[in-house]
């Protein structure tokens, strides 16, 4: 399937193949039902994409004309660098899709992305327990070994 995979920026004619991506990603990480973001939350980063003014961008993975995964990353500044830095905030896609290249390709590409933005760096976050996920990112990137913290507010 790699070598089939058309990977691009995000269309506006994309949105009916790009939502189920986006809901299946929230239902991977327990957004579902009383915990599912509101189609607020969805709508409005669905046109973050499109905003010039906005630092957050998306890709798509394509194969056979269906969309079969999808990329959210973004640019902000840090202490430790001149440039941007790169975090990849939102990896995934179908299962069907799983295990054929489609998770790298879409890696690879937003490397290239934050290498033509000028970024040291690309960052991610995965659970501890996405143990399909890691072996490829143990491949494509290098453990930090930082922890994350948190507290909602």
Known sequence: MRSDIIVRAIEQR???????????YNVFYGRQGATALPEEVSH???????????????LVAE???K?????HYLFHRSTISIGPVCYLQDLFTFESARGKGVGRVLIEEVYRCAERAGASRVYWHTHATNATARLLYDKV???????VYRKML
């Open 14 to 24: 994309d949105f009916e193949q790009w939502k189920p991506l986006w809901d299946g």
């Open 67 to 71: 969309l079969v995964g999808l990329a």
């Open 44 to 58: 409005r980063t669905w046109s973050r994409f499109f905003d010039g003014y906005e630092p957050m961008h998306a």
């Open 141 to 147: 990137a290098e453990d930090s070994g930082f922890v």
């Open 63 to 65: 194969h056979k004309g």
